[in-house]
């Protein structure tokens, strides 16, 4: 695996400082900074379900992770914080990282108005039902494979 790209939504305040903090690291391999709803994300990825709704890596070998498992290939991704992807994908933290991804992936609305510094967020997953109330289920990251 060479390059990945990281698809995140681009109207979320929280997903844009993610990735400006990431665009900011050296990394193990290339990575492409996608915004989900720009026409190239549309064109190359709109099949992917999560699309715009949660954070999506795709390796160029196309492979995909979604929600926590993207955060943990993001890390892997990263000279400084390979090591704890391996630690934050194991048996015993990997309930925590999860828990804490979904938590500030439930909380974006909140989060993204304290970083606008009170502006109105522009958050889409926070305003769009299109799976009803609730999100859909987001796979354990003990159930994705580790990226390499």
Known sequence: MERLTVLYDEHCAICRRCRDWLAGQRTHVELELLAAGSPAAKQRYGSVPWLGQELVVVNDLGSVWMGPAAFITCLWATVRYREWSYRLSGPTLAPMAEGF????????????????????????????PSFGSEPPPLPSIDHVSQPG
């Open 101 to 128: 991804f979904r938590a500030i992936t439930k909380r974006r609305l909140r989060w993204s108005v304290y970083l606008s510094e009170g502006a109105e967020p522009e958050c889409t997953w926070c305003e769009r």
